[in-house]
């Protein structure tokens, strides 16, 4: 039995690797990212790929639109590099040979070296760049907790393999800091990392700087502001692919995705060009049916194997966090952590809002009496928080509200303790730490000043 389902591998192989029949139509239509193709309507299906005979380049394309007439074709180049009358073929599915040794290297969307290090070892076996997500009914449970090292992630939100968290923020919050200090996570055996519509400054300084020593660990797939839609759209599909791989060799792997927003950007510019209509700030409906699917494709895998634990960060518009897509990806995920700008322009950092934060896995990793505590200190930063105007109008007094009076005393310190940056050592126990912390106020009476 294993011969032959090795056998039937190899046939299908071969298959994906031969073209026994070539078929092809006429350019009619070139505009300045797609295209429209003759002759095909009846032998394309859409997400079909179409290459355009005597490229040099070889750049691909994806069928985004059929009619009677003709096909739509979506360039993944940011030009297309042919004109009316030039031969179009279709192609083989565009599909990935992942391989361990990748790690350390930095791809395009398209999952062609982009480091100068050399061409990439290839896999045994290829995989889908646009796969199905797990039946739900064959995956495994979440519950394993993984320590991420960062004090008020495992304290307030903490994460478990095969979650799927979202980091909300705006821009120039701390955001791409965070998540380089994720990557270093100790909890993890691979780490998979889509840079999607970031500018081409920012890659290096991200892999050399906010990585470091762990860019060596990481398996980066990259697609910059100025590549095409289709490429910007393809990036999150190719690392998810690449850690879907990973993952089904029983590794625990962390994925991480800065931005699924700009993500978004991408298929609706995608899906505008294939003539769907606008119906929420300017995205198409395909656009909110293809968010869950390649959000699902991340978590728990089947039963024996390993996980993938998803971190995608969602760069909100104007700090508008209802946001249609953020909106959108909120629903999806198993919990998320807000960066507050006002945080952060206090100097606090990771600059997390603690309250409006929520990891909805966290009853997998706290102890009955670690939750008791986590409520009250939730508790106690709410009524600190709530009261920052009265105090500042001198409206406190100590000694008449117990409650207010702890607040203001170790409140401070709790922020005190949360803050870390990306040159102090990751976290082991933030619960220890943080009662180390507060040693010194034991002793601490409601309404003494300190």
């Known amino acids: 039995m294993q011969a032959l389902e090795q056998l039937l591998r190899e046939v299908q192989e071969a298959e994906l690797r031969l073209d026994p029949v070539r078929v092809g139509g006429t350019i009619t239509e070139v505009g300045p990212s797609a295209y429209r193709v003759a002759g095909l309507s009846r032998l394309l299906k859409l997400g079909d790929v179409v290459c355009i005979d005597g490229d040099a ?74 796969a199905e997500p797990p039946a739900a009914m064959r995956r ?60 081409g400054r920012e890659v290096r300084e991200f892999l050399d700087d906010a990585l470091g020593e762990n860019r060596k660990l990481a398996i980066t797939v990259v697609a910059t502001g100025d590549e095409s839609a289709m490429m910007r759209r393809l990036a999150p ?28 950007h991408a298929a609706r510019d995608v899906a505008l060009a294939a003539g769907e209509p606008a119906v929420a700030r300017g995205y198409a409906p395909s656009v909110f049916s ?16 390993g996980s993938i634990t998803g971190v995608f960060s969602v760069l909100v518009d104007g700090d508008d966090h209802n946001d249609p897509v953020a909106d959108n990806i909120r629903g999806a995920l198993d919990g998320h952590i807000v960066l507050d700008r006002a945080i952060a322009d206090q100097g606090r950092y990771p600059a997390v809002n603690v309250l409006s934060s929520v990891s909805r896995l966290a009853h997998h990793v706290w102890t009955k009496e670690q939750r008791t505590l986590v409520m009250k200190l939730r508790a106690m930063i709410a009524r600190y928080e709530s009261s920052r105007d009265l105090r500042l109008m001198g409206g406190y007094h100590a ?52």
């Open 237 to 264: 599909k190719t690392a998810m692919s690449i850690a879907e791989y990973l993952r089904d060799q029983g590794e625990s792997v962390l994925l991480i995705v800065d931005s699924i927003t700009r993500f978004a």
């Open 290 to 305: 293809e968010l869950p699917k390649l959000l699902e494709r991340a978590g728990p895998g089947e039963a024996g194997g």
């Open 140 to 199: 495994e449970r979440v519950r394993r907790p993984v320590k991420s090292g960062i004090r008020v992630v495992d304290f307030f939100t903490p994460i478990c393999a095969g979650q799927r968290i979202g980091i909300f923020a705006g821009s120039g919050v701390g955001k791409s800091t965070v998540l380089a200090m994720l990557a270093g996570s100790p909890g993890f055996d691979s780490v998979v990392i889509a840079l999607v519509g970031e500018r």
């Open 399 to 450: 000694g008449a509200d117990p409650l207010m009076d702890q607040a203001v005393i170790f409140v401070p310190k709790i922020y005190e303790a949360m803050g870390q940056s990306l040159d102090d050592q990751p976290s082991a126990d933030a619960f220890r730490e943080l009662a180390d912390t507060l040693q010194g106020d034991k002793g601490a009476e409601p309404g003494r000043k300190e």
């Open 57 to 130: 380049r070889g750049a691909p394309g994806e069928v985004v639109r059929i009619d009677a007439q003709a096909v739509t074709v979506k360039s993944f180049d940011s030009r297309v590099q042919a004109g009316v009358g030039h031969l179009a073929f279709r192609s083989r599915p565009m599909r990935l040979k992942p391989h361990r040794s990748w790690k350390g290297r930095v791809l395009n969307a398209l999952g062609r070296p982009v480091d100068g290090l050399g061409p990439l070892l290839e896999g045994p076996r290829s995989v889908p760049i646009d």
